[in-house]
């Protein structure tokens, strides 16, 4: 029997009872495993293992996909009517998109748990997703001008070329729009990340 702490990026129905969920595992990283008899409404499992919910788990690895037996519910983020499901998609989209089948990765895991217990907001959100990409290579610190490598006034944002810009390479190019003082709070920010993303999906 093998055990791991999981968050529960994605659930598919796969018979009248059953469901294949992706996992990430704070040891194992990503993995599919199969969930017996979940659809039922007597379940033990069935209220552990909801998409973004984290839990310890016991599993079986036998011939294919290895099979859920047991879970107990860490977190379940509270789904209030005032959180932006947006977000939510946002986080499942990156998650089930980057993350390597088999690779663990306790870093980004210990993030994803972070932002799982808080109230799920843009700027927790952005954060974590620009995290997320800074620790797989997909993105360099945001700290100098990607025109000129200056350090001061990095108040423009350029979301052609996915970077912050210096006050007098602005003024000298008008690439680039204003950002407010927080950048991660920004929509601006946030629509040139979530583009940026699926160019990125698109190009992997
Ligand atoms: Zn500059």
Same mark, same amino acid.
């Given at each position: 029997m093998s055990r791991d702490v999981v968050t529960v990026i994605k659930s598919v129905n796969f +018979?009248?009872?059953?469901k294949i969920l992706t996992v990430f595992g704070k040891?194992? %990283?990503k993995f599919a495993i199969i969930a017996k008899g979940i659809r039922k409404i007597k379940s033990k499992n069935r209220g552990?293992?909801?998409? *973004?919910s984290t839990s310890d788990i016991s599993y079986y690895e036998g011939k294919g996909l290895p099979i859920l037996t047991e879970s107990q519910l860490i977190h379940m983020p509270e789904f209030t009517p005032r959180m932006n499901t947006d977000n939510i998609e946002r986080i499942l989209y990156i998650l089930n998109k980057f993350l390597v089948e088999g690779d663990?990765?306790?870093?980004? =895991?210990?993030? *994803?748990?972070?932002?799982?217990? +808080?109230d799920i907001d843009t700027e927790r959100v952005n954060k974590f997703r620009v995290? *997320?990409?800074?620790?797989?290579? =997909? !993105?360099?610190? =945001?700290?100098?001008c990607e025109s000129c490598g200056g350090e001061d006034k990095l108040e423009f944002f350029d979301s052609n070329i =996915?970077? *912050?810009?210096?006050? +007098?390479?602005?003024?000298?190019?008008?690439? %680039?729009?204003? !950002?407010? +003082?927080?950048?991660y709070r920004d929509s601006v920010f946030t629509e040139s990340l979530d583009k940026y993303i699926k160019k990125i999906v698109d190009e992997i």
């Open positions: +018979s009248e009872a059953d040891y194992n %990283g552990n293992m909801q998409t *973004l663990s990765n306790q870093r980004v =895991f210990r993030l *994803l748990q972070s932002v799982m217990t +808080s995290q *997320l990409l800074k620790e797989l290579g =997909f !993105l360099q610190e =945001f700290d100098k =996915f970077g *912050l810009i210096c006050k +007098s390479c602005y003024t000298k190019s008008s690439k %680039g729009v204003k !950002l407010s +003082s927080n950048i």
